[in-house]
């Protein structure tokens, strides 16, 4: 899984060495993050035993694995789908349109991912056999490159009160044996959570190549040429989610959101969860909740996204990023909110297209609400430099200023960079920094916290293998798993 997810880094390697400064006029679309008190406060933690805690402790799934199965490939398509939407409510339907390569018959097993006394998920429904068909092939917008499907539903998930939110997997299974993964958010607004998870499923959708077949494919990266190449100059201008994931259905990157899910649930905090749109759409509020926190590489975000964010941010609520390259793509929805635009070229356009600006470039810099940004690709591993070791965040790690914790550093790096402007707070740490090599030079990661006005901390953890080393036994550090629930437990009380 980590060739995968280091080839998904690579593929968002557009921005080497030290950011560009805002040069642009101001977006006048976007009137910047609100710098006044959100109309809502979060409020206080529901009593009793947290929902998600009584959740885990019922029995998990016996040999759950993300990998082993045998699985479909795009090129084949034995077997693939994709679900109506990112996220459900209890109440609701999920409907899943699925194809098989010839007509046989398929289930449809649904886990939700947490701890589980260690099973890292646990089997919740299991549909019944169900009559598959080849679904017609995928068209192609011939103004964006947007790939997308039009199948009939196969299945429709009924979300009943015992389907606790969380993010949920649904293992296709066809009669011959193959495989894919369809993942979803169960959300529930009505959860007195003390934290929110927004799960990155923009992000996914921009790297989703689905069909990697050598002739249809094509993200907000590259696209297959008449030759077969896969090439930037072939990229989407948009991208949507009515198709599968490709490869086993686990979006690239996503296999480390799993990994924190199931070790956040495992600390036994209060948590419920949603995706993306949610965020855009307005069917999650941010300010209801003690802490937003955002687990994966969050790239892609939408205005209203944003001004959700920052309004909670002034009402009360701590934000956690708990990666690096969060809010760099400024995009907007189509289609209800199935479709994302990021148009980085004019091609495949019929005609000129202005190229969508990233935050900084539309002089809105995503370090004026998190405090860091983006910096660079990281060449290999490094490890995390601490500093300010006598601060509450790395209370009981036993670490010091300068101490190394190993392989941190991974993917993509943020810096509080200099020249930038930085957001309103009453108070700044920076709680690592750490040297790494990019292309033979040597730049500087950053691990942020400050504090605003309003009371809400946000942090910022500045690398994509903060999570990798939280949940990955082979990299698992004590210090960083300490630390991390330090913060948990600071900004969700």
């Given amino acids: 899984m980590l060739g995968a997810v280091g080839a998904a880094v690579l593929l968002g390697g557009e921005a080497c ?213 896969w090439t930037t100059a072939r990229r ?60 994966g590489h969050d790239e892609y975000w939408s205005a209203p996204m944003r001004q959700a964010v920052a309004m909670a941010r002034n009402g009360g609520t701590s934000l956690v990023f708990l990666a690096a390259n969060n809010c760099y793509w400024r995009v907007e929805y189509g289609t209800g909110d199935r479709l994302v635009r990021c148009a980085k070229s004019s091609v495949p356009a019929s005609g000129p297209t202005p190229a969508t600006t990233k935050w900084r470039s539309a002089g809105h810099p995503e370090q004026q609400l998190i405090g860091a940004q983006y910096v660079s690709i990281v060449d290999g591993y490094a490890p995390l430099m601490v500093r300010a070791g006598d601060h509450w965040f790395w209370a009981g790690t036993g670490v010091r200023d300068g101490d190394l914790i190993p392989e941190v550093v991974w993917g993509e790096a943020d810096q509080r960079t200099p020249g930038v402007p930085q957001p309103d707070a009453v108070e700044r740490t920076l709680l690592a920094d750490s040297p790494y090599s990019r292309q033979g030079a040597t730049h500087r990661q950053h691990t942020h916290l400050y504090r605003a006005s309003s009371g809400a901390w946000v942090f910022i953890a500045g690398s994509l293998g903060w999570t990798r080393v939280l949940a990955d036994p082979a990299a698992a550090d004590p210090r960083l798993a300490r630390a991390t629930l330090n913060l948990l437990q600071r900004v969700m009380r």
């Fill in 17 to 229: 060495g030290r950011p560009s400064q805002p040069t642009l006029p101001a977006d006048p679309h976007y009137p910047g993050d609100p710098t006044g008190p959100a109309p809502t406060t979060a409020p206080a933690p529901g009593s009793g035993r947290p929902v998600t805690v009584a959740e885990n402790a019922r029995p998990g799934a016996a040999g759950f694995r993300l990998t082993g199965h045998r699985f479909s490939t795009d090129e084949r398509g034995e077997i693939a789908g994709y679900a109506h939407a990112t996220s459900v409510a209890p109440g609701e339907q999920l409907a899943f349109r699925v194809s098989v390569a010839r007509p046989q018959r398929y289930q449809i097993t649904i886990f939700r991912v947490g701890h589980y006394a260690g099973s890292g998920a646990r089997a919740v429904v299991v549909s019944p056999w169900l009559d598959g068909i080849r679904q017609a092939a995928p068209d192609v917008d011939p103004d964006t490159g947007a790939v997308s499907c039009a199948w009939r539903t196969g299945w429709r998930l009924t979300v009943t009160p015992d389907l606790v939110s969380g993010l949920y997997l649904a293992l296709l299974a066809s009669a011959s044996g193959q495989h894919q993964w369809i993942p979803f958010v169960v959300r529930d607004p009505a959860q007195r959570a003390a934290a929110l998870m927004v799960l990155p499923t923009s992000t996914w959708q921009a790297y989703n190549g689905w069909p990697m077949d050598g002739r249809t494919g094509a993200n907000l990266y590259h696209g297959y040429d008449a030759a077969g190449r």
């Fill in 236 to 295: 989407a201008r948009a991208v949507s989610h009515d198709r599968p994931y490709s490869g086993n259905g686990i979006p690239q990157l996503a296999a480390h959101d799993i990994g924190f899910v199931q070790w956040v649930e495992g600390q036994g905090l209060d948590v419920t969860y949603a995706t993306s749109e949610d965020l855009h759409t307005g069917r999650v509020d941010p300010a209801r909740y003690r802490a937003v926190v955002f687990p």
